[in-house]
C-alpha cells in the first residue's frame, strides 16, 4: 500500500503576503507548508513539527534572518536541515549564512521550485558516522598498480 507523505516546509517571512503567496506555490508542489512571521513564531514550530525544508527570509526584524537561522540550527533534530536563505540582491552579502542554497529577491517562482526540489532530494546528513558492513572478499587482497 503507497502512502503519500508529503515534505514538511516552514517559510519564515515578517510579510504576511508573501507568507501566503510562497506557501500557496509550494502547496501546489505537494507540500505541506507551515508559516512563521516572527522567529519566536519560527522556533515553536520547528520543535513541534519534523520539518524537511526551512525557507528562511534574510530581513525578519530588522535583519533578524541569520540570527533566526542559527537558533533553529541549534537544536539536535535541525543541525544539518536543508535551507533556502532569501535575500535581497541589492544588500551587501558580507554576513550571509551557511545554508543550503540561497536565492536573491525579488524571487523567481521557477528557480525558487528548483531549489526546493534539490534541498528535499539531498540526503539528510548527521553527525553520527554511517556503518558499511565489511566485504568479506576485499580483506587479504593487495591492490597492484
Do not use: Y
Not at 535575500?87 to 536573491?104: C, K, V, Y
Amino acid at each position: 500500500m503507497a502512502t503519500n507523505i508529503q515534505p514538511i516546509v516552514l517559510v519564515i517571512d515578517p510579510d504576511a503576503l508573501t507568507l501566503m503567496g510562497l506557501s500557496a506555490t509550494l502547496h501546489h508542489q505537494g507540500l505541506e507548508v507551515h508559516g512563521a512571521r516572527t522567529p519566536l513564531a519560527a522556533a515553536r514550530a520547528a520543535r513541534d513539527l519534523a520539518l524537511d525544508l526551512v525557507i528562511v527570509d534574510g530581513w525578519i526584524d530588522d535583519s533578524q534572518g541569520r540570527q533566526t537561522l542559527e537558533r533553529l540550527r541549534e537544536l539536535p533534530h535541525l543541525v544539518d536541515l536543508p535551507c533556502i536563505f532569501l535575500w535581497d540582491s541589492g544588500l551587501l552579502q558580507t554576513s550571509m549564512p551557511i545554508s543550503s542554497f540561497h536565492l536573491n529577491k525579488p524571487l523567481d517562482l521557477e528557480a525558487l521550485a528548483t531549489l526546493v526540489k534539490r534541498a528535499l532530494w539531498m540526503p539528510h546528513l548527521t553527525h553520527q558516522p554511517m556503518t558499511v558492513p565489511s566485504c568479506k572478499f576485499l580483506h587479504n587482497r593487495t591492490v597492484q598498480a
